[in-house]
């Protein structure tokens, strides 16, 4: 099966520009997450979407981050404006319902770089 | 959501068995174990899991004791390849995981 697919795996955009970063889980799973990791730091969980409804987003880290998942198939965040402390790498993974005996997937990343 | 400690770095030589322990005391009777590997510029990947006992498949062991209150990641005859950091967590009924800052594990020749 396909793997998790990220894009743009890097970007480079100015402070105060818009980016918005794309995942694709893997074909049937409902269980979709974003994390980042800012350098030099801790890879920290962002959000949760069950289909296309927000299970938990208590790691989004202000109203300048937007999550979607219209449909329940891919997902798209959005930073607007973007500010030089969103630099890092940002991860999506997704699993099957039953995570337990399958685990979680992750895609490669997209390196953001706000200058 | 428990709180897994583990080594910041280890080093070893190709061909040796690394063992990579883990200690996570506030484990809770339905959480499991899971580890993953990560290599630069990549994402996490799974490597194994378990709830206790011993689990074995062809990349590594994982060796838990009775109490659950640690685990053993061991990786058999390593290679310049298995050089990456790695993490363990564990996984409970709530959505989300929790990384900590890993195991940079370093394998020379």
């Known amino acids: 099966e396909a793997g998790v697919t990220q894009f743009p795996s890097h970007s480079v955009i100015e402070k105060g520009q818009t980016v918005t970063l794309r995942c694709d889980p893997i074909s049937g799973h409902d269980n979709l997450y974003w994390y980042r990791r800012v350098m030099g730091k801790e890879i920290k969980f962002l959000l949760h979407f069950v289909k296309e409804s927000k299970q938990d987003e208590s790691g989004m880290p202000n109203n300048r981050f937007l999550a979607e998942r219209t449909g329940g198939t891919y997902s798209t965040l959005k930073v607007q404006p973007a500010e030089l402390e969103d630099s890092g790498v940002y991860f999506c993974?997704?699993?099957?319902?039953?995570?337990?005996?399958?685990?979680?997937?992750f895609g490669s990343g997209t390196r953001l770089t706000v200058v | 959501l428990a709180k897994t400690t583990q080594p910041i770095s280890m080093d070893s030589y190709e061909g040796q068995e690394v063992n990579i322990t883990c200690s996570h005391n506030n484990i809770a009777t339905n959480d499991y174990i899971t580890w993953y590997q990560q290599f630069p510029s990549q994402g996490p990947r799974f490597i194994i899991q378990?709830?206790?006992t011993k689990v074995t498949n062809e990349v590594a062991s994982l060796f838990i004791p009775a109490d659950r209150k640690s685990s053993t990641l061991s990786l058999p005859r390593v290679s310049l390849s298995d050089t990456a950091v790695y993490y363990c967590?564990?996984?409970?009924?709530?959505?989300?995981?929790?990384f900590g800052s890993g195991t940079r594990l370093s394998i020379r020749p």
């Open positions: 967590l564990v996984v409970g009924s709530a959505s989300k995981i929790i």
């Open positions: 378990g709830y206790k």
């Open positions: 993974a997704s699993s099957h319902q039953d995570r337990r005996n399958y685990g979680y997937t």
